[in-house]
Every structure is written in C-alpha cells, then in structure tokens.
C-alpha cells in the first residue's frame, strides 16, 4: 500500500512563503499523477496543482504565478512552492496520486491521499 506524507504547513503572515513536501513510500512520483488538493474552512476539496508523470504541469486559475509544483524522483518526493500568500490559501493542503491523467475538479478519481498539512496565512 502507498503512503504519502505531507509535510511543511504552518503559520505565515499574507505575503509570505511555504514549501510543502509529499513524501511517497514507493517510487511512484514518475510513474503516477501527482496532484496537490486544498480544503478551506467549510470548503470541499479544491484542485491546486498537478504535474504529469510526463512532466506536464496545469495549475489553478487562483495559484498560477504564486506557487510552483515540482518533484524529486530520486527522493520520491513531490513539492509546492507557495509565495505570496495570501489569507484565501488558509487550508489543509493534501497530496493525492493516481495512475493515468491527472484532474484537478474530480478528487473522487484519485486513489491514494495523504493526511495533509495545515497551512494558515494570517497576520
């Protein structure tokens, strides 16, 4: 069974800058989609990013230009780099994997989550 650990969360004044971290039990950052997922406060789950297991990258619309996703296959390891936050990007984030394309409006279609990391953009 994959597991996928998120790390990097916390408490960031508007402005400021995170770098999360997903960490994969297997090697399975080339060979799956790889999608980073965020659920605010009384919010369902939102696509942030995803990056192929091709190297294609997609953002959404209210991220692109502030964070940048990437991956580490030899660390199994998959990155968010958020910059200027903003109090709208206070949530969970989670990583999610799934074999085939990657979708960042049907969370449904993904198979493997991680349990998520805080993140809480406040001054």
């Known amino acids: 069974q994959v597991q996928l650990v998120e790390s990097g969360g916390g408490l960031v004044q508007p402005g400021g800058s995170l770098r999360l971290s997903c960490a994969a039990s297997e090697n399975i950052i080339n060979t799956y989609c790889m999608t980073w997922f965020r659920q605010g406060p009384g919010k369902g789950l939102e696509g942030v990013a995803y990056i192929e297991n091709a190297g294609e990258i997609e953002y959404d619309v209210y991220v692109k230009g502030r964070f940048t996703i990437s991956k580490d296959t030899a660390k199994s390891t998959l990155y968010l780099q958020m910059n200027s936050l903003k109090p709208e990007d206070t949530a969970k984030y989670l990583c999610?994997?799934?074999?085939?394309?990657?979708?960042?409006?049907?969370?449904?279609?993904?198979?493997?989550w991680g349990q998520g990391t805080q993140v809480t953009v406040s001054s």
């Open positions: 999610a994997a799934r074999l085939g394309h990657c979708y960042l409006n049907f969370p449904g279609d993904y198979s493997v």
